[in-house]
């Protein structure tokens, strides 16, 4: 009986080992504010970076890949669900996510990964720099399938008051390389106990207020100051890539982790040199330059090096990592926006299936393919055509070239806006309406759960001024 016992015991443990190796480990890295422009393989006057260069060099390098809406937390709701931001709720920046919503981390988390996130969250309807995250927030990153988080409400810079599941911890250094650090403990933690491990770093950086460590702004001295400190946070997030890439080679994970990185929006204005790789627009905006980010995704054991035009964006991230673990359909929250890209990691595709879209406020865009439809105004349905391919900088409006693509592009623009309006609504959930309700957007220092923590945290450098502003906007 004992043998048996021990046999099935073996067997047991070589087939969860199987199973485990079956899986990657999956980690999504993701900037903040950084724009199509500011990576060294698209040759960037001033910065350089080589370790996104040599990730790009070793992975799927795209192109066109686009954050799934022009500012923050809105594409931080598309990455953990697949779905447009305003059907989650999400409609700018400050907006809480609804529990309602299923994400990536719960789905993989219920198919025994282990999951952390690290950084910034901004999910959970809070407005204002990072603070830490309270054990109170009904919507902190636990709530939503992460086993561990070391985490802030928003953006956040040097020496950072950062929560860990709820206690907060004073850090010291650059913020990007203090998120890499906690999550390869993660990694270090969990490498060796059979579970396949999920990790979310989602960095401050280089979202204002800028500040980078001495030498690291060093070579942009030339530069006006806040440029200088925004590409000098830019060098120590490349830094922390690169550590994060070595030590999982180090811990001999490399070669079977998917490993995700892009940015939140596109550029920032008033940054020198060009943030957006003379593209149009910037943050904010529906143009190429509000949206199209850097984008690569490295798998070794999967993904030969290549280059793709292909265009994908966050909102398929989800859909991705359900096709290659094999989770159900159910996992995901229908209607689903984004598409698996794992047959684009094994070879070319010629052709998305399904067009990107995007809202933001009055503002929305399409992209299928090669072209790209957008309006300023949706109440005005005031639409522009631009062909991508041809005119990446949208300089030549083809509405009127083009008039069969322009009023085919329009009619799916808005029949997707009316879905867009029902899943707002709450049509999408088994209960058909949002429940609990939405939170307004509030910031964090007006709060009663912050108040007794204010008198010690008004003063620091990355608080002070926000919360002057706002009391004197108040008067």
């Given at each position: 009986?004992?043998?048996?016992?021990?046999?099935?015991?073996?067997?047991?443990?070589?087939?969860?080992?199987?199973?485990?190796?079956?899986?990657?480990?999956?980690?999504?890295?993701?900037?903040?504010?950084?724009?199509?422009?500011?990576?060294?393989y698209r040759s960037h006057p001033v910065l350089k970076t080589p370790n996104l260069d040599?990730?790009?060099?070793?992975?799927?390098?795209?192109?066109?890949?686009?954050?799934?809406?022009?500012?923050?937390?809105?594409?931080?709701?598309?990455?953990?669900?697949?779905?447009?931001?305003?059907?989650?709720?999400?409609?700018?920046?400050?907006?809480?996510?609804?529990?309602?919503?299923?994400?990536?981390?719960?789905?993989?988390?219920?198919?025994?990964?282990?999951?952390?996130?690290?950084?910034?969250?901004?999910?959970?309807?809070?407005?204002?720099?990072?603070?830490?995250?309270?054990?109170?927030?009904?919507?902190?990153?636990?709530?939503?399938?992460?086993?561990?988080?070391?985490?802030?409400?928003?953006?956040?810079?040097?020496?950072?008051?950062?929560?860990?599941?709820?206690?907060?911890?004073?850090?010291?250094?650059?913020?990007?390389?203090?998120?890499?650090?906690?999550?390869?403990?993660?990694?270090?933690?969990?490498?060796?106990?059979?579970?396949?491990?999920?990790?979310?770093?989602?960095?401050?950086?280089?979202?204002?207020?800028?500040?980078?460590?001495?030498?690291?702004?060093?070579?942009?001295?030339?530069?006006?100051?806040?440029?200088?400190?925004?590409?000098?946070?830019?060098?120590?997030?490349?830094?922390?890539?690169?550590?994060?890439?070595?030590?999982?080679?180090?811990?001999?994970?490399?070669?079977?982790?998917?490993?995700?990185f892009c940015s939140d929006n596109g550029g920032l204005p008033r940054i020198t040199p060009?943030?957006?790789?003379?593209?149009?627009?910037?943050?904010?905006?529906?143009?190429?330059?509000?949206?199209?980010?850097?984008?690569?995704?490295?798998?070794?054991?999967?993904?030969?090096?290549?280059?793709?035009?292909?265009?994908?964006?966050?909102?398929?991230?989800?859909?991705?990592?359900?096709?290659?673990?094999?989770?159900?359909?159910?996992?995901?929250?229908?209607?689903?926006?984004?598409?698996?890209?794992?047959?684009?990691?094994?070879?070319?595709?010629?052709?998305?299936?399904?067009?990107?879209?995007?809202?933001?406020?009055?503002?929305?865009?399409?992209?299928?393919?090669?072209?790209?439809?957008?309006?300023?105004?949706?109440?005005?349905?005031?639409?522009?055509?631009?062909?991508?391919?041809?005119?990446?900088?949208?300089?030549?409006?083809?509405?009127?070239?083009?008039?069969?693509?322009?009023?085919?592009?329009?009619?799916?623009?808005?029949?997707?806006?009316?879905?867009?309006?029902?899943?707002?609504?709450?049509?999408?959930?088994?209960?058909?309406?949002?429940?609990?309700?939405?939170?307004?957007?509030?910031?964090?220092?007006?709060?009663?759960?912050?108040?007794?923590?204010?008198?010690a945290w008004k003063d620091r450098w990355e608080f002070k001024s926000y919360i002057e502003?706002?009391?004197?906007?108040?008067?």
């Amino acid at each position: 009986m004992k043998h048996t016992l021990l046999s099935l015991f073996l067997l047991a443990a070589v087939l969860g080992d199987c199973q485990a190796a079956s899986r990657p480990h999956i980690i999504f890295v993701m900037a903040d504010d950084m724009g199509w422009g500011q990576t060294g393989y698209r040759s960037h006057p001033v910065l350089k970076t080589p370790n996104l260069d040599a990730m790009a060099a070793n992975g799927l390098r795209f192109e066109r890949f686009y954050a799934g809406a022009p500012v923050c937390s809105p594409t931080r709701a598309t990455v953990l669900t697949g779905r447009a931001n305003d059907r989650t709720g999400v409609l700018s920046h400050g907006y809480a996510l609804r529990p309602q919503e299923k994400t990536i981390a719960e789905a993989l988390k219920a198919a025994g990964y282990v999951t952390a996130h690290f950084g910034k969250w901004h999910l959970n309807g809070l407005r204002g720099p990072g603070a830490p995250i309270l054990a109170g927030d009904e919507r902190h990153p636990g709530r939503f399938g992460f086993d561990e988080w070391v985490s802030v409400s928003n953006f956040y810079d040097v020496n950072p008051l950062m929560s860990r599941q709820g206690q907060v911890e004073q850090f010291t250094g650059d913020s990007s390389e203090i998120a890499v650090a906690e999550a390869v403990a993660f990694l270090e933690k969990h490498r060796l106990s059979g579970r396949p491990m999920f990790a979310v770093v989602w960095y401050g950086t280089p979202h204002s207020p800028f500040k980078a460590l001495p030498e690291d702004k060093a070579p942009f001295g030339d530069l006006d100051k806040a440029s200088a400190d925004h590409y000098g946070e830019l060098v120590a997030m490349d830094r922390s890539v690169g550590t994060l890439r070595s030590r999982l080679r180090e811990m001999g994970i490399a070669e079977n982790t998917l490993l995700v990185f892009c940015s939140d929006n596109g550029g920032l204005p008033r940054i020198t040199p060009d943030t957006v790789g003379g593209l149009r627009g910037n943050k904010g905006s529906v143009y190429e330059g509000g949206l199209r980010v850097p984008g690569i995704i490295e798998w070794p054991a999967v993904i030969e090096p290549r280059v793709t035009h292909y265009p994908a964006c966050t909102i398929d991230l989800f859909p991705t990592a359900a096709d290659v673990v094999g989770l159900p359909d159910d996992v995901l929250v229908e209607p689903l926006d984004g598409i698996s890209l794992k047959p684009l990691l094994t070879g070319e595709v010629s052709k998305r299936t399904k067009a990107i879209p995007f809202r933001f406020g009055v503002k929305a865009a399409l992209v299928d393919n090669r072209y790209k439809l957008l309006t300023n105004d949706l109440a005005k349905a005031d639409f522009q055509l631009y062909d991508l391919e041809v005119d990446p900088k949208e300089t030549r409006d083809l509405s009127g070239v083009e008039p069969d693509r322009f009023q085919r592009m329009k009619r799916e623009m808005l029949a997707w806006n009316e879905t867009i309006d029902a899943s707002f609504a709450g049509k999408d959930y088994p209960a058909g309406n949002v429940s609990p309700a939405d939170p307004e957007p509030q910031f964090w220092y007006d709060t009663p759960a912050y108040q007794t923590y204010l008198p010690a945290w008004k003063d620091r450098w990355e608080f002070k001024s926000y919360i002057e502003r706002q009391r004197k906007l108040k008067k």
